[in-house]
Each structure stands twice: as structure tokens, then as C-alpha cells.
T-cell receptor, first 113, second 114 residues
Framework: EPEVTQTPSHQVTQMGQEVILRCVPI?????FYWYRQILGQKVEFLVS????????KSEIFDDQFSVERPDGSNFTLKIRSTKLEDSAMYFC???????????FGPGTRLTVT | KNQVEQSPQSLIILEGKNCTLQ??????????LRWYKQDTGRGPVSLTI?????NTKSNGRYTATLDADTKQSSLHITASQLSDSASYIC?????????????FGRGTSLIVHP
């Protein structure tokens, strides 16, 4: 069964450093998403991406965040200058249509020290 | 402000019993409501998706209901199994123009005991 994969599973970085989180969505899906979940809190929507453009973004997704689909398979989330409060689990998801079932990856745990 | 409230916050039941989880929302304009199951440390897994016109949707032992008038949804789990122990999350999406913005609830933590 196809699945969304994410790398790395755990990333530790120092405050102020740039990080890139990587995701490989399901191959025939067209819509891609990033979410985050701070430990012990609810999942929060960051951004959705379709046709090489951001479709929607939340208030959390400010100028320090960017997304990219650099090739036909990868979907990345870049955080330019990490802050302590960026420590969270980051989930990538994909779907074949905007309103259909979203398939989530296993997540990348980002720890900013 | 769009909000999704879930109750109870946590629930403990015995294996084989049924349970019902609640979700109330103030998201507007409503687009769809999703229920997810999230195991600890894992990504959410979709259980059901309902649009405005649907009031019941089943997925195996999971049955979701939606009352768009009262802005309430429930997830009923039948004949619970130990593997049902997880967090169950209600997500309601608002439609604004061509955009869909999801609002997540905090989830109900379900523990099924043998």
C-alpha cells in the first residue's frame, strides 16, 4: 500500500539554524500539506500546496517558513532561522483531491536547542 | 474565530464495550468534517469524511454522525478492541472562496482495557 514517507525521523538543531524537512508524498497525489504538533498539544495546519503554488497557509506559516517541490517526488518544508518554539512534530500529508482523504506521514520530530 | 471542541478529554472503557465521542464546532462557512485516529507518536489516520449533506458515515466499527444545524458530530466505536486505544481527532474545514482551512480539535484520548 502506498504511503507518505518523511526524513529525517528526528532532527536536532541549534537556535538560529536553518532546517529542511523532507517528504515524499504518494505518487499520484496532487495536493500536499504540512502540519505541526507541539508536544502535548493539538495538530495545527501550516500550509497546503497544489500545482507548484501555496493554496492556503495559516497564521503560523510566516516568512521564516517556505515550501518547495524541487522535483517530481519530494516536498520540503524549510525553516530559515529556527526558534525554540519551533520544536514540534512536523507531519506531511497528501491527497488526490482537495476534499478527499489525506494520508499522513510518520512525522519528523524537530528539536531546537 | 473558528473552534472545534471535543469531549470527553479522555475515556477509559473495557474491551468489547461501545463508546461515543463528541465534537462541537463553530467553524464557518462549513466545508467538511473529518475524524482521525492518532496513535502515540504517529501521524493521524483518516476514519471518515463528511460534507454538509451527509449525516452518517461508517468505516467498519466506526460510525460518524453530523448535525450541521447544531454544529455537532459524534464518533461511535462499536465492540472496542485494545488496538482502538489512541487519540481521536475531529477536524472541521471552513471554505473561504476556493480555500479550505482546517481547524483541529484537541482530541479525545481513548484507552481500552482488557
Amino acid at each position: 500500500e502506498p504511503e507518505v514517507t518523511q526524513t529525517p525521523s528526528h532532527q536536532v538543531t541549534q537556535m538560529g539554524q536553518e532546517v529542511i524537512l523532507r517528504c515524499v508524498p504518494i505518487s499520484n497525489h496532487l495536493y500536499f500539506y504540512w502540519y505541526r504538533q507541539i508536544l502535548g498539544q493539538k495538530v495545527e495546519f501550516l500550509v497546503s500546496f497544489y500545482n507548484n503554488e501555496i493554496s492556503e497557509k495559516s497564521e503560523i506559516f510566516d516568512d521564516q517558513f517556505s515550501v518547495e517541490r524541487p522535483d517530481g517526488s519530494n516536498f520540503t518544508l524549510k525553516i530559515r532561522s529556527t526558534k525554540l518554539e519551533d520544536s514540534a512534530m512536523y507531519f506531511c500529508a497528501s491527497s488526490d483531491t482537495r476534499v478527499s482523504e489525506q494520508y499522513f506521514g510518520p512525522g519528523t520530530r524537530l528539536t531546537v536547542t | 474565530k473558528n473552534q472545534v471542541e471535543q469531549s470527553p478529554q479522555s475515556l477509559i472503557i473495557l474491551e468489547g464495550k461501545n463508546c461515543t465521542l463528541q465534537c462541537n464546532y463553530t467553524v464557518s462557512p462549513f466545508s467538511n468534517l473529518r475524524w482521525y485516529k492518532q496513535d502515540t507518536g504517529r501521524g493521524p489516520v483518516s476514519l471518515t469524511i463528511m460534507t454538509f449533506s451527509e449525516n452518517t458515515k461508517s468505516n467498519g466499527r466506526y460510525t460518524a454522525t453530523l448535525d450541521a444545524d447544531t454544529k455537532q458530530s459524534s464518533l461511535h466505536i462499536t465492540a472496542s478492541q485494545l488496538s482502538d486505544s489512541a487519540s481521536y481527532i475531529c477536524v472541521v474545514s471552513a471554505r473561504s472562496g476556493g480555500s479550505y482551512i482546517p481547524t483541529f480539535g484537541r482530541g479525545t484520548s481513548l484507552i481500552v482495557h482488557p
